[in-house]
T-cell receptor, first 114, second 113 residues
């Protein structure tokens, strides 16, 4: 069964540095998502992406965050200047169409900000 | 804004016992409802979903869930729990016409031998 893959599995970065988290969604999916899960807390929606533009975003997704689909397969989340509170698991997900379709999740990237 | 509540943070059941995990949502229209399971260090795996029609839906691994509009609930059930079911379970709501999902805070399930 096709999978969503995320790299790296663990990223350690100094505060203030830029970080790029990478995802390869399932190839025939059209909608892509990023979520954040701070340790011990709920999964929080960050952003959804469709047709090469942001579809929805949450209050968490401020100007420090950006997403991009640089080619036909990758979907990236960039955090421009990381803060300690950005430490979390970041999950990428994709689905074939919108909010009435189940999402397929990657295994996540653990981001640790020092 | 929509919200999802899972009132039980931790639940412990004995292997072979029945299980019910509660989920309540706040949403004006008919919601798209999902249950996901997360094992440690892994992503979320879909257990089952409800969009419309029969309010009792069957999922993988012997799980089922019932949509009750009058109670704004979508509780997850399993008649006989196995040790491998120990994990964290998340209820989620998809918002119609918006490409956005809301997750509950999760319920951690422990299974006693």
């Amino acid at each position: 069964e096709p999978e969503v893959t995320q790299t790296p599995s663990h990223q350690v970065t100094q505060m203030g540095q830029e970080v790029i988290l990478r995802c390869v969604p399932i190839s025939n999916h059209l909608y892509f998502y990023w979520y954040r899960q701070i340790l011990g807390q709920k999964v929080e929606f960050l952003v959804s992406f469709y047709n090469n533009e942001i579809s929805e975003k949450s209050e968490i997704f401020d100007d420090q965050f950006s997403v991009e689909r640089p080619d036909g397969s990758n979907f990236t989340l960039k955090i421009r200047s990381t803060k300690l509170e950005d430490s979390a698991m970041y999950f990428c997900a994709s689905n074939i169409g919108g909010s009435n379709q189940p999402q397929h999740f990657g295994d996540g990237t653990r981001l640790s900000i020092l | 804004a929509q919200s999802v509540t899972q009132p039980d943070i931790h639940i412990t059941v004995s292997e072979g016992a029945s299980l019910e995990l509660r989920c309540n949502y706040s949403y004006g229209a008919t919601p798209y409802l999902f249950w996901y399971v997360q094992s440690p260090g892994q992503g979320l795996q879909l257990l089952l979903k409800y969009f419309s029609g029969d309010t009792l839906v069957q999922g993988i691994k012997g799980f089922e869930a019932e949509f009750k509009r009058s109670q704004s609930s979508f509780n997850l059930r399993k008649p006989s729990v196995h040790w491998s079911d120990a994990a964290e379970y998340f209820c989620a709501v998809g918002e119609e016409n918006f490409n956005k999902f809301y997750f509950g805070s999760g319920t951690k399930l422990n299974v006693k031998p």
